[in-house]
């Protein structure tokens, strides 16, 4: 079993940054892909970003492309969300996840893929 924790959520103002982190426990995830969705009040739970088992490749969301990014450090079973001039559109709950890589990478951008969540951390941006 994998549990995942997110960190570094929080109020910040449009404009800002904001680094999310997840850590995994219960074993290595260095071979897992793993990602980030967000859900907003009222809507679906939508994908953010996915990366790699190796952190080579990433893969965004339209929305966020080009103001976020996502690397991981197998060392410390961690992975990392760097979100930079945020709008009130990116306040939600952001969720980790994880699983086992598949060489059909189309699957890491869809949230059945995936069998191990965080609880998620709030992110709100003000205007």
């Known amino acids: 079993q994998v549990q995942l924790e997110e960190s570094g959520g929080g109020l910040v103002q449009a404009g800002d940054s904001l680094r999310l982190s997840c850590i995994a426990s219960?074993?290595?995830?260095?071979?897992?892909?793993m990602s980030w969705f967000r859900q907003a009040p009222g809507k679906e739970r939508e994908f953010v970003a996915a990366?790699?088992?190796?952190?080579?490749?990433?893969w965004y969301a339209d929305s966020v492309k080009g103001r976020f990014t996502t690397s991981r450090d197998n060392a410390k079973n961690t992975v990392y969300l760097q979100m930079n001039s945020l709008t009130t559109e990116d306040t939600a709950v952001y969720y980790c996840?994880?699983?086992?890589?598949?060489?059909?990478?189309?699957?890491?951008?869809?949230?059945?893929?995936?069998?191990?969540w965080g609880q998620g951390t709030q992110v709100t941006v003000s205007s």
């Open positions: 996840t994880a699983e086992t890589a598949e060489y059909d990478h189309t699957l890491y951008i869809q949230k059945a893929y995936y069998g191990y």
């Open positions: 990366i790699s088992w190796s952190g080579y490749s990433t």
């Open positions: 219960g074993r290595t995830v260095s071979t897992y892909a």
